[in-house]
């Protein structure tokens, strides 16, 4: 839970700690200074992995939206001005650069309830929006209504299956659902929208067990199934924090006890102090797996150890040997184009292998298969004004109705 929490001097790269203590020794550096120095050494720290600056931003009328994602055809991401704050502040977290100034220019918000709605409302394909942040908790109970009452109120996309929200509010202030003033508000909202005939889903950051066990939590939980939404939990697997098969497994047991889904098991991104916190591909493995073969069926909908990079999101499903020769075995859980994730594809094996980036297609191949088309995509993105890129056929196609500015992707 400290190290979750707390930044240590060598979360930091050897040089930029010496940098930073170099600076601070100078007793002529200001403060002024010390700010554009920590700017500077953020700016190295991959702020914004996965293209997701560039690639992800879709567009109503031809225009780029701030404060939407849509990456995967059936999910919307909704980034709230009000939720880009945090309750926790994990020293791993992969958004860190929306809490910073290197963010500051390029933070995803929108307060545009009713841009949301047009781009689901145009999107036929979209069957989920995901609230994110930061952490969509932190906002009242008023301004979670006002964003999500279009969603789920009269009116509301017939298409739109669930609403999803993004929080670690469960593990780190489950008052919230409690003992906060407005703790009924936030479930008549919850009940409102089940009541609709729509699916809510709490997706719950639980890193470690112990964020599980405290009484308030579990108060939490209950609270929330009552009103008939479904809490399911994800967290990356992280070095001295959670990398432990019985760390997983005591954690997705409790869960499943408590009646939370337990859902993905995520690599720590290339961002931040990943140098810190990464474990290799294959120590994500045994530990996904050794935790994995303990539980139960009604447990085993977790999926893991899941890379979301580039291209989708990557799953090492296990090892094989096929002449001698060790491989990872991959298959996409969420893809820019969903044919993609229809098909398992090999890696080389390599022991130090901590991120999609460092495999190496196996059999000498000079590319993974989808990479010629992932490419060509890029390319019309580029020659198109177009910030998305997503698959071209339900992009141009089964996808948009009235959005003309979409098509450009049409090869
Ligand atoms: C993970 C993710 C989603 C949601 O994926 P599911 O598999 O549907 O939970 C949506 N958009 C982006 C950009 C993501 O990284
Ligand atoms: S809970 Fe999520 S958004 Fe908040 S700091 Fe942790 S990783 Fe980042």
Same mark, same amino acid.
């Given at each position: 839970m400290f190290k979750l929490s707390v930044p240590q001097p060598n979360m930091l790269d050897r040089n930029h700690l010496d940098y930073i203590l170099a600076a601070m020794k100078r007793p002529e550096t200001s403060r002024v200074e010390m700010r554009k120095i920590s700017e500077l050494v953020r700016t190295r720290m991959n702020p914004h992995p996965a293209g997701q600056k560039e690639e992800n931003v879709p567009q109503l009328d031809g225009k780029p939206v701030s404060g939407l994602q849509h990456k995967y055809r059936e999910t919307v991401l909704f980034f709230p001005s009000e939720g880009q704050y945090c309750h926790a502040y994990c020293t791993y977290c992969f958004r860190w650069a929306q809490f910073t100034s290197v963010g500051s220019e390029q933070v995803f918000k929108s307060s545009n309830r009713d841009v949301l709605l047009?781009?689901?409302?145009?999107?036929?394909?979209?069957?989920?929006?995901?609230?994110?942040?930061?952490?969509?908790?932190?906002?009242?109970?008023?301004?979670?209504?006002?964003?999500?009452?279009?969603?789920?109120?009269?009116?509301?996309?017939?298409?739109?299956?669930?609403?999803?929200?993004?929080?670690?509010?469960?593990?780190?202030?489950?008052?919230?659902?409690?003992?906060?003033?407005?703790?009924?508000?936030?479930?008549?909202?919850?009940?409102?929208?089940?009541?609709?005939?729509?699916?809510?889903?709490?997706?719950?950051?639980?890193?470690?067990?112990?964020?599980?066990?405290?009484?308030?939590?579990?108060?939490?939980i209950r609270l929330i199934r009552m009103t008939g939404a479904q809490i399911r939990s994800q967290a990356p697997l992280i070095k001295h924090v959670n990398d432990q098969p019985k760390t997983w497994a005591s954690m997705w047991k409790l869960q499943s006890r408590l009646g939370v889904i337990p859902y993905y098991m995520f690599v720590e991104r290339d961002t931040g102090a990943r140098d810190f916190f990464s474990v290799p591909l294959t120590r994500a493995l045994d530990i996904f797996s050794s935790a994995y073969s303990q539980l139960p069926g009604t447990a085993r909908t977790v999926r893991?150890?899941?890379?979301?990079?580039?291209?989708?999101?990557?799953?090492? &499903?296990? %090892?094989?040997?096929? $002449?001698?020769?060790?491989?990872?075995? /991959? =298959?996409?859980?969420?893809?820019?184009?969903?044919?993609?994730?229809?098909?398992?594809? &090999?890696? %080389?094996?390599?022991? $130090?292998?901590?991120?999609?980036?460092? /495999? =190496?297609p196996a059999f000498g191949a000079k590319e993974f298969f989808f990479n010629e088309q992932y490419q060509q995509q890029k390319l019309n993105v580029d020659g198109g004004s177009s910030g998305q890129l997503c698959d071209v056929d339900w992009l141009a196609g089964k996808g948009v109705t009235s959005d003309s500015g979409q098509v450009d992707l049409s090869m």
């Open positions: 047009r781009y689901v409302q145009q999107h036929p394909m979209v069957s989920d929006v995901l609230v994110t942040g930061g952490d969509p908790m932190v906002m009242p109970a008023s301004t979670l209504r006002h964003y999500l009452e279009p969603l789920f109120g009269p009116g509301s996309p017939p298409h739109l299956d669930t609403i999803r929200i993004g929080t670690k509010s469960l593990a780190w202030w489950p008052y919230r659902f409690v003992h906060d003033p407005d703790a009924a508000d936030i479930l008549r909202l919850f009940s409102e929208i089940t009541a609709s005939g729509k699916h809510l889903t709490i997706q719950a950051h639980f890193s470690h067990p112990r964020e599980v066990e405290h009484p308030v939590t579990q108060e939490a893991g150890p899941s890379m979301s990079a580039s291209p989708g999101k990557v799953c090492v &499903l296990g %090892e094989t040997t096929i $002449n001698d020769r060790r491989y990872f075995v /991959l =298959k996409f859980l969420q893809s820019r184009n969903p044919e993609w994730s229809q098909k398992v594809f &090999l890696a %080389e094996f390599d022991p $130090n292998a901590s991120w999609f980036d460092d /495999l =190496k």
